[in-house]
């Protein structure tokens, strides 16, 4: 689908050029902005549930440094509408269009700390996300993944800045 691109390059060219990455790939699927440090990915789901997610992250892995999905970082800084932005969908070319639109938005307000590779903030995205594995533990009952979701939440270097949002 070539609107997808399209609307890809409409939208996050800006944001791209802001956090001096470039398109390094792109596929009928997939859109690659990158630069030395970070790497932010537009995908698109086009043969099955057509979903449209964005994925940051830092171009070397480490255990602590690993991708997002867009979806984590909103969570992290309690964006209040997920389930929406969560399930977005492009199965008509305005619908790909208005998608693509608001994820550039929501990239731009909520992960352009990410994008200029601010360390702090990929460690909070990471503990906030080590927060939401416990709690799913937790709800589902499963003391083995607790105590490794735990575990893994303490050892974060962003604990105390996360364990202030718990009652939230």
């Not at 001096?20 to 932010?40: M, Q, S, Y």
Request: glycine share 6%.
């Amino acid at each position: 689908m070539e609107q997808f691109k399209t609307s890809v390059h409409r939208f996050f060219d800006p944001i791209g050029s802001a956090g001096g990455l470039a398109c390094t790939a792109e596929a009928p699927d997939h859109v690659r902005f990158e630069n030395e440090t970070v790497f932010l990915e537009v995908l698109f789901d086009r043969r099955r549930w057509r979903e449209i997610t964005v994925m940051i992250g830092r171009r070397e892995h480490s255990p602590e440094m690993f991708p997002f999905n867009l979806v984590d970082v909103l969570r992290a800084y309690g964006y209040p509408n997920l389930s929406q932005v969560s399930v977005l969908r492009g199965s008509t070319d305005e619908a790909v269009d208005e998608a693509i639109e608001i994820l550039a938005g929501l990239t731009q307000k909520y992960a352009s700390e990410l994008l200029r590779n601010n360390r702090e903030e990929f460690l909070y995205v990471g503990a906030f996300r080590h927060w939401a594995s416990l709690k799913y533990a937790w709800e589902r009952n499963n003391p083995k993944s607790v105590i490794v979701a735990y575990r893994a939440l303490i050892a974060s270097p962003c604990y105390e800045r996360v364990r202030g949002t718990f009652n939230t």
